[in-house]
Structure formats: structure tokens, C-alpha cells
């Protein structure tokens, strides 16, 4: 039987972690992250979710529709709910969805200890200097999809657990192991010294995605839409371009991900 906790004000100080969300997205909130909306909470209290929840707050509308989805949460989960005045002067804006929930990041292995822990034959993505949040999302999304085994992005790169980055994964920040730290180099030397064959994405590439064949350790590097990936990691990468019509030169570098990856997927 699920326990619903009622909230009565807005400052209750159970609930200081959803304080005025949109601001502190900027600033942070002390090792936590917002999840939102049905379909990410369903993966949040699913077992392939890698973050402990440490509560939930919710709509009291929503209660009785979203029984079957709380009836996954631990026993010891706190779920409060509010209504639709209070919950709004809670995050300083309108919760449409209705549903949120704080995790816990916790302890995360870093870049060299992640790789070490991939298996034989592993596809990993680089996200380099891509700092959209919805460009960031999409490619957690399409690495959750085609079952990449890491996500590697430079501190250029947004936070994938950025509340709109997890909205925009649908859940898969919370899946697929990530590590984000330094800069392109050091990720590059490390993927190098682990044995990844290294595949830069560029519409200038000189091998089609068509002609390639995946080595057993590879890793899918991508840049910011725009300035693309650098001078340097191009130099440092076999080059590959994915062909398109009329001489329109490029994707969505989400999209782009996306389509590399049903392309090298062990699927």
C-alpha cells in the first residue's frame, strides 16, 4: 500500500530539495537531481536505474492515476503530495506534469575507472563541447536505445543529469553509465591507451558510415553542432560522414549519434 505524505505550505522543509528548481539548476543542489514526468519515473523506479531516489512529490490529482506507478517505490520512499498552488510556490513555476522526484547522484566512477570496467568488445560515445541540454539528452536517449556501454563527455559538455537533459533522455541519463570530466585530450588518451579505435563524426569524414566495420572497442566521438569536433581529435580519429541528399551537409549531432549507433550496435 502506498503511503502519500500531504503537504499543507509551500516551505515545508521536507521538500527544500524542489525549491525554486529552475534557479538552482543553475547553481546546483548538493549531490541531488530532478527527475519529472511519468516516463522518466518509470525508469527511475525500475531496477535499470543506476541513482537511488530519495523522494518523490506529486500532484495530489495525479495520486489515484499514478497509483500503480508509486506502487513500485520502496516502502522507505517519502512520496508527498500538494496541490496544484502549493506545488507551484514550491518550484517557482507551474509543474504541468505533476510528478517529481530528487535522486542521489553518489559516488560515480570516473573516466579511467569506467572504461576499465567495460567488457572486451564495448561501444562507448564522447560528447565533445556539446553544451545543449536537449542535444545532450537525445544522446543519452540513443545511447540507452542501441545499448552503448558508456557515454564519455568533456566538462565543455552539459551535465546529463541536468533536469532537462534527463527529461529529454526519457530516462536514459539514468541508465547508461556516463563519466564527465577534463577536457578532449585526456578522454582521447585514455580511450587510446584502452585499446578504442577512435571514429570522429565530421560531414567532411573521408570514410562513409556504410563502409565501416566496428573494431571489438570503439568510441563514437561527436562535437557541438556549429564548430563540430577539433583540429586535434579529428587528427587523432579515423574520420566518418554519414551521406546525405542534395548536398545538405549536416544533422542534428543527436540525430547524428542516433543513426551512428544502429550503425555499430551489436543489435
Known sequence: MVHLIPLTAPDDPRIDAYRVIKERDLVGRGGRFIVEGKTVLDVALSPRNRFRLESLLIAESRAEALA?????????????????????????????????????????????ALLASLPVRALVVVALGITN??????????????????VLLDFASCDPLYRKAIRVSVGGSLIVPFAREGGAGALLDLLAAGGFELLAFSPAGTTTLKQLVRAPRTALMVG????????????????????????????????AAGIALHHLADL
Open 224 to 255: 557541438a553542432e556549429g564548430p563540430g569536433l577539433s583540429a586535434d581529435s579529428l587528427a587523432r580519429a579515423r574520420t566518418v560522414r554519414i551521406p546525405m541528399a542534395g548536398g545538405f551537409d549536416s544533422l542534428n549531432v543527436a540525430t
Open 68 to 112: 500503480p506507478l508509486l506502487a513500485q517505490a520502496p516502502d522507505d520512499l517519502p512520496i508527498y503530495t500538494a496541490n496544484q498552488t502549493i506545488l507551484d510556490g514550491i518550484t517557482g513555476f507551474h509543474i504541468h506534469r505533476g510528478l517529481l522526484g530528487v535522486g542521489l547522484r553518489g559516488e560515480q566512477p570516473g573516466a579511467a
Open 133 to 150: 541540454h536537449d542535444n545532450v539528452g537525445g544522446i543519452l536517449r540513443n545511447a540507452a536505445a542501441f545499448g552503448a556501454d558508456a
